[in-house]
């Protein structure tokens, strides 16, 4: 059976204590925090 799944990534605030900017654009292990919490969402 297909399903879709819709989610929300909540990744707000002012990121102080990552070092400012956007924190779903911050590169993490040479890909940016979304594309690991995406990566997670995939079945």
Do not use: E, F, Y
Request: no cysteine.
């Amino acid at each position: 059976m297909d399903q879709n799944i819709a989610g929300i990534i909540l990744a707000g605030g002012q990121s102080r204590r990552m070092g400012g900017g956007d924190k779903t654009l911050l590169v993490l292990g040479g890909r940016s925090l979304l594309d690991h919490v995406v990566a997670r969402l995939v079945p």
